[in-house]
């Protein structure tokens, strides 16, 4: 089976070199001085992790599949991502709504204060009532 390996340089304080990775086959992976070598050596762990697989009873993967699942995953994030983003659609037009009633509330209050002003300005003192004639 040809699966993709994935060669990248080391760095210096990793101890230089290459390492080959292999995206279908989960831990397999591999290095070696240059980049031959970690191929090389990434093949030789790809047989290895099949050998495994295949004494373990274990199901191996098909060359790809970590493509396949990686455009899955990417789809479903996709997907999330555009439900997500309609809730914040309705979320936002929850928060104009909410702001729009706190407005009417403030200016309620407002006029509230201003009526009770004009009340207790405009109350006329209250008199003693005269009784009515012929009333004891």
């Not at 789809?75 to 309705?90: M, P």
Request: aromatic content about 4%.
């Amino acid at each position: 089976m040809d699966y993709p390996i994935i060669l990248a340089p080391l760095s210096e304080e990793d101890g230089g070199g290459f390492v080959g990775l292999v995206p279908d086959l989960p831990g397999c992976m591999s290095d070696g001085k240059t980049a031959e070598e970690a191929l090389a050596n990434t093949q030789q762990a790809i047989l290895e992790w099949i050998d495994t697989a295949r004494r373990r009873d274990l199901p191996l993967p098909v060359p790809g599949s970590s493509v396949r699942r990686a455009r899955r995953e990417k789809e479903r994030l996709v997907a999330d991502l555009k439900d997500l983003a309609g809730n914040l659609d309705q979320i936002e037009c929850r928060v104009d709504e909410l702001e729009r009633v706190l407005r009417e509330v403030e200016q309620r209050l407002d006029h509230e204060e201003e009526w009770a002003r004009f009340a207790e300005i405009t109350v006329l003192p209250v008199r003693s009532a005269k009784p009515l004639k012929g009333s004891a």
